[in-house]
């Protein structure tokens, strides 16, 4: 069966330091990759999804980045936090778009103070 | 384009009550249409999925909902709520493209009281 997880489960960090969140998932090939965040009292926002190695599509711009080295890994990025960069993130994966479902990871709370 | 809308972003029943959560779409082409929940500090969970097989759909933990396109739809209830359903609920929507991505709700908080 296929599994995903990401990691650390939570980070607390100074404005101005890098960011690394890590996600891997296992038991499939080739699958659609997600981040998105979840700020407090609003919904999902999607940040990036990639269909493959290196293929990275930006949904909103900001102050964060996303690479896929790997065929199941993802890997989100920032240079130099900002406050607001806060939030629940979640990495997801999927066999395809185009009404296959989405699966979660367990997600990571970054504060940054 | 596809859009859902979430009424009521807090709900709160007694136990045993009924459950229910309500959401609306907006979609150009035929949507496939999702039900997530999501426990505090954790990731989502699938609940449910409309495909077009057949417009009530079944889903896990006694969850069902009902696809109506003529009201653009996709309600979701449960006869008589526990404890353990207190979360959060997303609604979400897609198109059967390959370019279509899953567009989620802002989502429903319910709280079950004993």
């Known amino acids: 069966s296929q599994t995903i997880h990401q990691w650390p489960a939570t980070l607390v960090q100074p404005v101005g330091s890098p960011l690394s969140l890590e996600c891997t998932v296992e038991g499939t090939s080739n699958p659609n990759l997600y981040w998105y965040r979840q700020a407090a009292g609003r919904g999902l926002q999607l940040l990036f999804y990639?269909?493959?190695?290196?293929?990275i599509s930006s949904e909103v711009p900001q102050n964060l980045s996303a690479s896929r080295p790997q065929d199941r890994q993802f890997i989100l990025s920032s240079k130099k936090l900002l406050l607001s960069d806060s939030g629940f993130y979640l990495c997801a994966w999927s066999t395809g778009t185009g009404g296959n479902t989405i699966y979660f990871g367990e997600g990571s709370w970054l504060t940054v103070v | 384009a596809q859009s859902v809308t979430q009424l009521g972003s807090h709900v709160s029943v007694s136990e045993g009550a009924l459950v229910l959560l309500r959401c609306n779409y907006s979609?150009?082409?035929?949507?496939?249409l999702f039900w997530y929940v999501q426990y505090p500090n954790q990731g989502l969970q699938l609940l449910l999925k409309?495909?077009?097989?057949?417009?009530l759909v079944k889903g896990i933990n006694g969850f069902e909902a009902e696809f109506k396109k003529s009201e653009t739809s996709f309600h979701l209830t449960k006869p008589s709520a526990h404890m353990s359903d207190a979360a959060e609920y997303f609604c979400a929507v897609s198109g059967s493209s390959n370019t279509d991505k899953l567009i989620f709700g802002t989502g429903t908080r319910l709280q079950v009281f004993p």
């Open positions: 979609s150009s082409v035929p949507p496939y």
């Open positions: 409309y495909t077009s097989a057949a417009t």
């Open positions: 990639s269909v493959g190695i290196g293929q």
